[in-house]
């Protein structure tokens, strides 16, 4: 059964970065993706990427700053964040699915969140001076 453990988060200044990672017992077949929620606040996508590593999505709120990532040698997915800001502190996950499709609106294109089964446990994300 599919594995996933999020590593790398703490406290950071703004304007700080972190690197998450998403460790997993197998990448294969997986598109992988990152969610965060903030306290009060609903569940956002932030970032997926393709079981073959070539499509590589972002929310609107990370584009730019965060840079997504896989090493199916190491089965495993990083999170890349610079340059970060007091809201992105949450609780970051890691999700896994096997036939991932994209969710495009008139604003962004993203991964459809129903189609991630498997979740990690999540790491902690502050960024505060």
């Known amino acids: 059964q599919l594995q996933l453990v999020e590593s790398g988060g703490g406290l950071v200044q703004p304007g700080g970065s972190l690197r998450l990672t998403c460790a997993a017992s197998?990448?294969?077949?997986?598109?992988i993706a990152w969610f965060r929620q903030a306290p009060g606040k609903a569940r956002e996508e932030i970032s997926c990427v393709g079981k073959y590593g070539g499509v590589k999505l972002y929310a609107n709120s990370v584009k730019g700053r965060f840079t997504i990532s896989r090493d199916d040698v190491k089965n495993t997915v990083y999170l890349q964040m610079d340059n970060l800001k007091p809201e992105d502190t949450a609780i970051y996950y890691c999700?896994?699915?096997?036939?991932?499709?994209?969710?495009?609106?008139?604003?962004?294109?993203?991964?459809?969140?129903?189609?991630?089964?498997?979740w990690g446990q999540g790491t902690q994300v502050s960024v505060s001076s």
């Open positions: 197998t990448l294969a077949n997986y598109g």
């Open positions: 999700a896994a699915g096997q036939n991932v499709r994209q969710r495009i609106t008139n604003t962004q294109t993203i991964c459809v969140e129903d189609d991630f089964q498997t």
